[in-house]
């Protein structure tokens, strides 16, 4: 086939060669190459040169492990000698070329028994979900870039590596036996599910050369696989230490389902990556799922070593035997809006100062709800390099409830700063809890450190709830603070009310006296009225009754003056009503009208 190729490749370039001849110029000198040399040239480069490929599709329809025929391994077909197409026989006639072929299992299911492979060629092995790939203590290694594994069910491997970049492994299931790792960057996980492994991690991430402190995986993302739960849910760990593993890497971990194992997640020497929306531990009302301590060791539900610039945000870690996240030697964190409920020591525990950690929800965790050192105590001794969690109180004004926060550390002098208040219905004895955020705000501290944070709630919080806060700085966040209890909510203030009922007509000339009514309210009972500081100009006022007057529920108090005694003089308009109530002073500016009075603005004789 090949001498006729070339023969036809001769006769076509001799045509064209025919059509005009090389001439090259140099040292303005003309020469010419032969027509047959050129065309020897042509023909030699087309020989080295490598063949044009094609992308093949190899549809497997039997789950024999028979082999492709030796007689046409090659050929671009797949072809047992019994006559059909197996999974080994298309992967040794996609092996032939480089080509990004493809095994299409979707019309097959069963069992496929299998021996080690190395894919040195890009792949997509793609299966519809009812074919299992069975290798017991067996490895598969991917290393062509650019391979796509999906809707395959994995059993008993011992090992399962994407070795390449670029590389997608989605919708899979994995078994009783290794889980997947991953060494090249770029590489998709995702929809997977993962249990009773054995491997170190269920899915583990980690660069061609772990040990080497210079090299980096980066820009694989795990999501939404679940792990260590069997297909009807139930929890199926295995023996593996972890969750998920990641080694020296900047990943995005994203909307994952993960029994705690030892601990959910391992993060070692990550940086600059988000670890978003997981499930880690308990969650849905299941409980003993969380991650377990062994002789002291691990027990956490995510745990980063050494760990710079990562986002936490929108987790759940639950029901874990020691910390819900745990920062070991690591910095620069944000922790942000996680729910960390029923863990055996803290929700959040870091050892180095510096991470910001806020709207968090810590209930139910043994320990500090956020213990910056982890040192199990609230660190306020300067200097320390941690800000000090501020004094929370809770007041009523006028029917209206007034947050109060206040810092005092003269380490963060003239500091910029950033409560975060969170609302709880439980504080348990010396451990402090936030169950929901209720804001944040900013204002900036003094020379001596100390700031006095002062905002209206914005929802009315029922009493006997209890508040805490935690204050960020530019170096990171403070431990959660000390629970404030809510008062009862006293009724807005009413100014008390006060009616004439003689139209306060002061006749000069009569004795008669000036009446008046304080009405009572909600918030104004007449009872407490002083009577002795009851004073019209220099009148002194007494009581003639207490009734309902206006029928509205609520004693009135109905009092009297004497006109003559109250200095008012003709052609004044206006008279000063004092008194107390529940020991609180008040003044009214009373219109008045005098009567009895001649034109001349006294008081007029009596025939």
Same mark, same amino acid.
């Given at each position: 086939?090949?001498?006729?190729?070339?023969?036809?490749?001769?006769?076509?370039?001799?045509?064209?060669?025919?059509?005009f001849?090389?001439?090259?110029?140099?040292?303005?000198?003309?020469?010419?190459?032969?027509?047959?040399?050129?065309i020897?040239?042509?023909?030699?480069?087309?020989?080295?040169?490598?063949?044009?490929?094609?992308?093949?599709?190899?549809?497997?329809?039997?789950?024999?492990?028979?082999?492709?025929?030796?007689?046409?391994? #090659?050929?671009?077909?797949?072809?047992?000698?019994?006559?059909?197409?197996?999974?080994?026989?298309?992967?040794?006639?996609?092996?032939?070329?480089?080509?990004?072929?493809?095994?299409?299992?979707t019309?097959?299911?069963?069992?496929?028994e299998?021996?080690?492979?190395?894919?040195?060629h890009?792949?997509?092995?793609?299966?519809?979900?009812?074919?299992?790939?069975?290798?017991?203590?067996?490895?598969?290694?991917?290393?062509?870039?650019?391979?796509?594994?999906?809707?395959?069910?994995?059993?008993?491997?011992?090992?399962?590596?994407?070795?390449?970049?670029?590389?997608s492994?989605?919708?899979?299931?994995?078994?009783?036996?290794?889980?997947?790792?991953?060494?090249g960057?770029?590489?998709?996980?995702?929809?997977?599910?993962?249990?009773?492994?054995?491997?170190? !991690?269920?899915i583990?991430?980690?660069?061609?050369?772990?040990?080497?402190?210079?090299?980096?995986?980066? !820009?694989?993302?795990?999501?939404?696989?679940?792990?260590?739960?069997?297909?009807?849910?139930?929890?199926?760990?295995?023996?593996?230490?972890?969750?998920?593993?990641?080694?020296?890497?900047?990943?995005?971990?994203d909307?994952?389902?993960?029994?705690?194992f030892?601990?959910?997640?391992?993060?070692?020497?990550?940086?600059?990556?988000?670890?978003?929306?997981?499930?880690?531990g308990?969650?849905?009302?299941?409980?003993?799922?969380?991650?377990?301590?062994?002789?002291?060791?691990?027990?956490? #539900?995510?745990w980063?070593?050494?760990?710079?610039?990562?986002?936490?945000?929108g987790?759940?870690?639950n029901?874990?035997?020691?910390?819900?996240?745990?920062?070991?030697?690591?910095?620069?964190a944000?922790?942000l809006?996680?729910?960390?409920?029923?863990?055996?020591?803290?929700?959040?525990?870091?050892?180095?100062?510096?991470?910001?950690?806020?709207?968090?929800?810590?209930?139910?965790?043994?320990?500090?709800?956020?213990?910056?050192?982890?040192?199990?105590?609230?660190?306020?001794?300067?200097?320390?390099?941690?800000?000090?969690?501020?004094?929370?109180?809770?007041?009523?004004?006028?029917?209206?409830?007034?947050?109060?926060?206040?810092f005092?550390?003269?380490?963060?002098?003239?500091?910029?700063?950033?409560?975060?208040?969170?609302?709880?219905?439980?504080?348990?004895?010396?451990?402090?809890?936030?169950?929901?955020?209720?804001?944040?705000?900013?204002?900036?501290?003094?020379?001596?450190?100390s700031?006095?944070?002062?905002?209206?709630?914005?929802?009315?919080?029922?009493?006997?709830?209890?508040?805490?806060?935690?204050?960020?700085?530019p170096?990171?966040?403070?431990?959660?603070?000390?629970?404030?209890?809510?008062?009862?909510?006293?009724?807005?203030?009413?100014?008390?009310?006060?009616?004439?009922?003689?139209?306060?007509?002061?006749?000069?000339?009569?004795?008669?006296?000036?009446?008046?009514?304080?009405?009572?309210?909600?918030?104004?009972?007449?009872?407490?009225?002083?009577?002795?500081?009851?004073?019209?100009?220099?009148?002194?006022?007494?009581?003639?009754?207490?009734?309902?007057?206006?029928?509205?529920?609520?004693?009135?108090?109905?009092?009297?003056?004497?006109g003559?005694?109250?200095?008012?003089?003709?052609?004044?308009?206006?008279?000063?009503?004092?008194?107390?109530?529940?020991?609180?002073?008040?003044?009214?500016?009373?219109?008045?009208?005098?009567?009895?009075?001649?034109?001349?603005?006294?008081?007029?004789?009596?025939?």
């Open positions: 086939m090949l001498k006729k190729f070339q023969k036809q490749e001769s006769q076509r370039i001799q045509q064209i060669a025919n059509s001849c090389y001439q090259k110029q140099f040292l303005n000198q003309s020469f010419f190459i032969p027509v047959k040399v050129f020897s040239i042509v023909v030699l480069l087309i020989l080295l040169s490598p063949p044009l490929v094609t992308a093949a599709t190899f549809v497997v329809n039997s789950t024999s492990n028979e082999s492709e025929f030796s007689g046409t391994i #090659g050929d671009g077909e797949c072809l047992t000698f019994s006559g059909v197409c197996t999974f080994l026989a298309a992967v040794v006639e996609a092996e032939q070329t480089p080509a990004l072929d493809t095994i299409d299992l019309g097959v299911s069963g069992t496929i299998v021996s080690s492979i190395s894919f040195q890009p792949l997509h092995i793609i299966g519809g979900g009812d074919v299992i790939i069975s290798g017991i203590n067996e490895n598969f290694r991917f290393y062509g870039d650019g391979s796509v594994i999906s809707g395959i069910e994995f059993a008993e491997f011992r090992n399962l590596i994407l070795q390449a970049d670029n590389q492994f989605t919708g899979n299931v994995i078994r009783d036996g290794s889980g997947i790792q991953s060494v960057d770029g590489n998709l996980i995702e929809g997977n599910r993962i249990y009773r492994s054995n491997s170190f !991690g269920a583990s991430v980690a660069p061609y050369a772990p040990l080497d402190p210079n090299i980096q995986n980066t !820009g694989t993302v795990i999501r939404k696989n679940i792990i260590g739960y069997d297909k009807s849910g139930s929890a199926a760990p295995g023996y593996s230490s972890t969750g998920i593993t990641v080694i020296r890497a900047t990943v995005l971990i909307d994952n389902t993960s029994h705690g030892r601990a959910g997640f391992y993060l070692q020497q990550v940086s600059d990556s988000s670890i978003i929306n997981n499930r880690i308990d969650y849905d009302g299941a409980t003993g799922n969380g991650a377990i301590s062994i002789s002291g060791v691990a027990g956490h #539900g995510i980063s070593i050494d760990g710079t610039n990562n986002l936490y945000t987790n759940s870690s029901g874990h035997n020691v910390n819900g996240i745990y920062l070991e030697g690591s910095q620069g944000q922790v809006s996680n729910q960390l409920m029923n863990n055996g020591n803290a929700g959040i525990a870091t050892t180095l100062p510096g991470s910001t950690v806020e709207r968090n929800m810590l209930v139910g965790n043994a320990g500090l709800a956020i213990d910056v050192m982890s040192d199990g105590i609230i660190n306020q001794v300067s200097p320390d390099g941690i800000p000090n969690p501020p004094t929370i109180s809770v007041e009523n004004l006028n029917g209206a409830q007034l947050f109060k926060a206040e005092n550390d003269s380490e963060f002098a003239n500091t910029e700063l950033t409560y975060c208040l969170s609302v709880s219905t439980a504080c348990p004895s010396d451990v402090s809890q936030a169950e929901f955020n209720l804001f944040c705000g900013s204002d900036i501290s003094d020379n001596s450190g700031n006095l944070f002062t905002t209206p709630g914005l929802n009315i919080i029922p009493e006997g709830r209890f508040i805490t806060s935690t204050v960020t700085t170096d990171g966040s403070s431990e959660l603070s000390a629970c404030s209890v809510v008062p009862p909510l006293e009724p807005e203030a009413e100014p008390l009310e006060f009616y004439s009922l003689n139209a306060w007509v002061l006749n000069l000339k009569s004795a008669k006296p000036l009446l008046g009514v304080f009405l009572g309210s909600g918030t104004n009972d007449v009872s407490t009225i002083n009577i002795d500081s009851l004073q019209l100009g220099d009148a002194q006022g007494s009581v003639i009754t207490t009734a309902d007057v206006n029928e509205d529920g609520y004693f009135d108090m109905l009092v009297k003056f004497s003559r005694e109250t200095g008012a003089s003709c052609g004044d308009t206006s008279l000063i009503l004092n008194g107390e109530i529940a020991e609180v002073s008040f003044e009214r500016e009373l219109e008045l009208r005098t009567v009895g009075c001649n034109p001349r603005g006294n008081v007029a004789k009596q025939n």
